[in-house]
T-cell receptor, first 109, second 117 residues
Framework: RKEVEQDPGPFNVPEGATVAFNCTYSNSASQSFFWYRQDCRKEPKLLMSVYSSGNEDGRFTAQLNRASQYISLLIRDSKLSDSATYLCVEDNYGQNFVFGPGTRLSVLP | NAGVMQNPRHLVRRRGQEARLRCSPMKGHSHVYWYRQLPEEGLKFMVYLQKENIIDESGMPKERFSAEFPKEGPSILRIQQVVRGDSAAYFC???????????????FGPGTRLTVT
């Protein structure tokens, strides 16, 4: 099974900062990707789907670079409530989801 | 529309006992996935099921673990003769469409935390 790699962090940023995470994948045939967030001891919650070049939802922007096989997540004007672990997910075409180990974000007051 | 439901939320078993974890997918979803998350680790895929069919069990340990998704009722993940290393959070997810296409987002249940003493 192919791997998804993420910087585990932690990323410690002040409120209002802009922060970006990258995630690399290895299966060039994969078509869709996702970002999930997971709070401590809770289930992962879907944050964004990334099917083509990118997606934007409010303060969150995800981009897909197929040539370099990475996706990114940008969070603008970060809030305390954004503190969580962000999971990058590759839909390994026909072979189900492969989760990255997660990047931990702490937004500090 | 109720989300993915799992029960029990917490389960304590002694070594050698059996653990049964249940998952009811979101209404209208026919694709169910089980994942295991060890403490301080990422989620690991275990098995993908549709009604009455196991589609992909490549992540399931070869022994003691089994899963089913009957025509009626919830999906069941069964662990026989549990050992301490089975202690983990077990998450179930469901999707409307099969993996590999658009709109195949998976939605997760709250998980079952299994503790083996």
């Amino acid at each position: 099974r192919k791997e998804v790699e993420q910087d585990p962090g932690p990323f410690n940023v002040p409120e209002g900062a802009t922060v970006a995470f990258n995630c690399t994948y290895s299966n060039s045939a994969s078509q869709s990707f996702f970002w999930y967030r997971q709070d401590c001891r809770k289930e992962p919650k879907l944050l964004m789907s990334v099917y083509s070049s990118g997606n934007e939802d409010g303060r969150f922007t995800a981009q897909l670079n197929r040539a370099s096989q990475y996706i990114s997540l940008l969070i603008r004007d970060s809030k305390l409530s954004d503190s969580a672990t962000y999971l990058c997910v590759e839909d390994n075409y026909g072979q189900n989801f492969v989760f990255g180990p997660g990047t931990r974000l702490s937004v500090l007051p | 529309n109720a989300g993915v439901m799992q029960n029990p939320r917490h389960l304590v078993r002694r070594r050698g006992q059996e653990a049964r974890l249940r998952c009811s997918p979101m209404k209208g979803h026919s694709h169910v996935y089980w994942y295991r998350q060890l403490p301080e680790e990422g989620l690991k895929f275990m098995v993908y099921l549709q009604k009455e069919n196991i589609i992909d069990e490549s992540g399931m340990p070869k022994e003691r673990f089994s899963a089913e998704f009957p025509k009626e009722g919830p999906s069941i993940l069964r662990i026989q003769q549990v050992v301490r290393g089975d202690s983990a959070a077990y998450f179930c997810a469901s999707s409307l469409y099969a993996s590999g296409g658009n709109r195949d987002e998976q939605y997760f249940g709250p998980g079952t935390r299994l503790t083996v003493t």
